[in-house]
């Protein structure tokens, strides 16, 4: 069993910031690819931040300079800190992790989403 908490979301002023946080339990080992991923309202989802076991990242153009994302290897959780946040990043945000399965490559697993909004 593999569970994802997710925290950190609310509402926020344009310019405002916000910390999300994502933390993961089970039966698992090693966690090759976390991330998150957002929904707005009558739009598809789209990848925001990843971040591999090695360090490397890779973010939305949208997002690049305004987001952070790191992940702590002992708590096996993934962060994203949000900044100057502009109101066309609400959405409903998703954790995501990849880990390796019974078949070849990855299997995805999510957490149960967190709304951000941002309005004045």
């Known amino acids: 069993q593999v569970q994802l908490v997710e925290s950190g979301g609310g509402l926020v002023q344009p310019g405002g910031s916000l910390r999300l946080s994502c933390a993961a339990s089970g039966s698992i080992g090693s966690i090759p690819v976390m991330g998150w991923y957002r929904q707005a309202p009558g739009k598809q989802r789209e990848l925001v931040a990843s971040?591999?076991?090695?360090?490397?990242?890779n973010y939305a153009d949208s997002v690049k300079g305004r987001f952070g994302i790191s992940r702590d290897g002992a708590k096996r959780t993934v962060y994203l800190q949000m900044s100057s946040l502009k109101p066309e990043d609400t959405a409903v945000y998703y954790c995501?992790?990849?880990?390796?399965?019974?078949?070849?490559?990855?299997?995805?697993?999510w957490g149960q989403g967190t709304q951000v909004t941002v309005s004045s």
């Open positions: 995501n992790i990849k880990v390796p399965g019974t078949g070849v490559g990855l299997e995805n697993y």
């Open positions: 971040v591999t076991s090695g360090g490397r990242t």
